[in-house]
């Protein structure tokens, strides 16, 4: 009788990612700790996907807003701009499909204590998976791991720390030998690279270094390096200033037009040439004519015109959260049996409270919604944070993350929120206090302080900003012990314009929570928006004391010699969450703005307990 063929097993692959980790934390240009093995991720010309057929994500709004900005950088967005990373069956691992990594750093140490050779990885014997050193101290080889430190500069490159150079300040060696011995604290200071033939530097001097920036950018391939003028700064692999995605976002918003729009999109195939002298004709065709007739000619071909410029609206703003606000504020008041559609990406309904608390203007529920994330590029060694308006200056020191690609990386959320717009009268009388402008003053002066260590920082960005951003931490804290989410599971969108800007002015936050899945969630934090009242009590008393006052609520934001600049009081004890939850890095956040503090009680924007 004839045995059973054998079943196949697959190997499976070195490592696993979501897909919300290949738009935000380990995306193009990213290091990332294996088993045995440290790797970088590739570039978006590297990435793999099933029979070449990719998901796209489509928010015209988005795509518009990024399309002006990202030429300056030579990145031209297709049409399909966003799309969702691939995605492969850890069962049947296959290099055809999937993220291609590269092995970095290349250098490995020894860990045999009596060896710590510091050698290439080409020099080393590949065994069962790992790589292992000939150990001459030693009768048996012994296991090799990558060694910790890098070399990055701050414009994104990267590349292996320069130990042959820096071993022998710059000088020949005849027949180098490196080891990296430390003693028993494992601080860089106490790190020493030795050569045989006598060199000897210590790790710690690499802080102050001179070395200049090769520009290399492996994740993009070998050859592809560019002019860089920047001082290499010594990084730790798996440091949290590695690497900081720049990822913008859009919430999915009915829109002026909109029927039009998808009505040309359905058949651009045929409209995509159309001219001012055969529109006409093109819209009695059989396919079009049902679904474009009741438009004006003229419409139609200015609706075409927009989208070749990039945009699918002719009066799509530059500005994403301007056209949100309207829209979130403009909401119609609940009535009993409005339910959103199954079809519908946005819901929004506001919500009557019996009495509206001193400087709360309105309070809308949104059962529904849809938010697009794209990632742009990233930076090494310090962030460059957006602006009020979510966006972020792509000229500063932004890395890219493809060379040939016309397209970025996305993910699309389904989630719930609630919104919670202040009184503009308020903010408005508030902000021309005295004593909240003699903070002003100190909070602007403070950041400038922080401008030559943290150019990346831009504009200052007002009292107001402070307020709606430390009021949302606190209202994060306190509605997160009632809704069934955790705190890292809710995310803050603050929408803040000046009065003094052209622009409609802004004031108000939302709090939202979503999945990258399609069934989205299920109503547990936007039915905390009829218990508001409740929620702003709970954070009040969060933010009148705090467990580190005195030292919280008196703390300086211009002591230079604690470099605290871009908070007033604020603290872990307070203010500070999950850095996923905050747009800003748990920075821009003053309490003392919002409830009344020790030392402070004439700032507050809420005097009493609402």
């Not at 989208?307 to 949100?324: F, V």
Request: charge should be neutral; charged fraction near 25%.
């Amino acid at each position: 009788m004839a045995k059973p063929a054998k079943k196949f097993q697959a190997a499976r692959p070195d490592g696993e990612l979501r897909q919300s980790q290949l738009v935000t934390t380990f995306g193009p240009g990213a290091i990332m700790d294996l088993i045995d093995h440290t790797v970088l991720i590739g570039g978006l010309d590297t990435w793999h996907f099933e029979n070449g057929r990719t998901e796209i994500i489509s928010e015209p709004r988005l795509r518009a807003a990024l399309v002006e900005r990202l030429r300056p950088l030579e990145i031209e967005l297709g049409l399909n701009a966003f799309r969702k990373p691939p995605t492969t069956d850890d069962g049947n691992a296959r290099p055809s499909v999937g993220v291609p990594a590269i092995e970095f750093p290349t250098w490995f140490v020894c860990q045999n204590e009596q060896c710590r050779t510091l050698a290439r990885g080409r020099s080393l014997t590949v065994k069962k998976g790992r790589l292992w050193h000939d150990c001459e101290q030693s009768p048996k080889e012994s296991p090799a791991v990558p060694v910790r430190f890098v070399a990055a500069c701050r414009h994104g490159h990267l590349q292996d720390f320069p130990w042959m150079d820096y071993a022998h300040n710059r000088e020949l060696c005849g027949t180098p030998r490196l080891k990296l011995v430390q003693d028993a604290s494992g601080d860089v200071q106490g790190i020493t690279v030795r050569c045989q033939c006598g060199a000897s530097t210590s790790l710690g001097d690499a802080l102050s270094m001179s070395l200049r920036c090769s520009g290399q950018r492996p994740w993009l391939g070998p050859d592809t390096h560019e002019h860089c003028e920047e001082r290499l700064h010594l990084l730790v692999r798996t440091a949290s200033n590695a690497y900081f995605a720049q990822v913008v976002s859009a919430l999915s918003i009915p829109e002026p037009g909109k029927e039009l729009q998808e009505a040309i999109d359905k058949h651009w195939l045929i409209l995509q040439d159309a001219t001012e002298e055969d529109i006409g004709v093109l819209l009695k065709l059989r396919a079009v004519k049902p679904d474009l007739e009741r438009f004006d000619a003229g419409a139609v071909l200015d609706g075409i015109r927009s989208k070749r410029r990039g945009g699918d609206s002719a009066k799509a703003p530059t500005q994403i959260r301007s056209l949100e606000y309207k829209q979130l504020v403009s909401a119609p008041p609940e009535s009993p049996g409005d339910l959103p559609a199954s079809e519908d990406p946005f819901f929004a309904r506001e919500h009557k409270l019996n009495t509206y608390p001193q400087g709360i203007r309105r309070v809308v529920l949104v059962p529904k919604l849809r938010e697009v994330r794209a990632q742009v590029g990233f930076t090494r060694l310090e962030p460059v944070t957006p602006d009020v308006d979510g966006e972020f200056d792509l000229g500063v020191k932004t890395a890219r993350i493809g060379l040939a690609t016309d397209w970025l990386p996305a993910l699309e959320i389904q989630g719930e929120g609630i919104f919670m717009q202040l009184d503009e009268t308020a903010v408005r009388a508030w902000e021309e206090r005295d004593a909240v402008q003699k903070r002003t003053d100190k909070l602007r002066r403070a950041h400038l302080l922080s401008a030559a260590d943290n150019p990346g920082q831009g504009k200052f960005l007002g009292a107001r900003y402070y307020l709606l951003h430390s009021l949302s931490h606190l209202l994060i804290t306190a509605i997160s012990l009632e809704c069934g989410y955790s705190a890292s599971a809710i995310r803050e969108r603050i929408y803040c314009n000046p009065t003094r800007t052209d622009a409609q002015p802004m004031a108000a936050i939302l709090l939202s929570t979503g999945t990258s899945g399609s069934e989205g969630t299920l109503g547990g934090l936007v039915d905390q928006g009829r218990h508001l009242v409740e929620h702003l009590r709970r954070a009040f008393d969060l933010g009148t004391l705090c467990s580190n006052d005195p030292i919280c609520a008196c703390h300086d934001p211009e002591d230079s010699a604690i470099g605290r600049y871009f908070e007033g009081a604020a603290c872990h004890g307070c203010l500070f969450i999950a850095e996923p939850s905050c747009e800003r890095f748990n920075r821009n956040l003053d309490r003392a703005l919002v409830v009344p503090c020790i030392g402070h009680e004439d700032l507050a924007f809420f005097k009493v307990r609402p």
